[in-house]
C-alpha cells in the first residue's frame, strides 16, 4: 500500500524559497504511476499545484506557479520535491502531495488516490 510523508513547509517572507519533500513508499516495480502537490487555502478548494506521472510526458504545472516552483521525483530516494521560489502571499496555503496507480495530469486522477497528512506553508508580506 503506498504511504506518503510530507515535509519542508513554514513560513518565509515573499520573494524567499522553500522545498517540500514527501517520501513515498509502496509504489509497484512499473513507473505507471502519478504523483503530485496540491494546495488548499482557507476557505478555497484544494487545487492541483504540479503533478508528474513517472512512465513518461512533461510536468504539469498550475499557471500560477509556472516559472517559480518545480517538481521532482527522486526514484533513488522514494521521495518527491516541490521546489518553490520567488514565493509570494498567495502562495499561503496547506499543502498536499498526492499518489495513485495510473495516469494523471493537473486535476484528473484515477480512483483510489492516496494523500499525505499535509504541510503548512505561510508566506508574509
Known amino acids: 500500500q503506498v504511504r506518503l510523508v510530507e ?11 522553500l522545498r517540500l519533500s ?9 513507473n505507471y504511476y502519478c ?11 484544494r487545487e492541483a499545484v504540479a503533478t508528474i506521472y513517472v512512465a513518461g510526458g512533461t510536468p504539469y504545472y498550475a499557471d500560477s506557479v509556472k ?9 533513488s530516494k522514494n521521495t518527491l520535491y516541490l521546489q518553490m521560489d520567488s514565493l509570494k502571499p498567495e502562495d499561503t496555503a496547506m499543502y498536499y502531495c498526492r499518489a495513485a496507480m495510473g ?3 493537473g486535476d484528473v486522477w484515477p480512483q483510489g488516490s492516496v494523500w499525505g497528512q499535509g504541510t503548512q506553508v505561510t508566506i508574509s508580506s
Request: proline residues 5%; glycine residues 18%.
Open 7 to 17: 515535509s519542508g513547509g513554514g513560513s518565509v517572507q515573499a520573494g524567499g524559497s
Open 22 to 30: 514527501c517520501e513515498a513508499t509502496g509504489f509497484p516495480s512499473n
Open 35 to 45: 504523483l503530485g502537490w496540491f494546495r488548499q487555502a482557507p476557505e478555497s478548494e
Open 67 to 75: 516559472g517559480r516552483f518545480t517538481a521532482a521525483w527522486d526514484i
Open 103 to 105: 495516469y494523471c495530469r
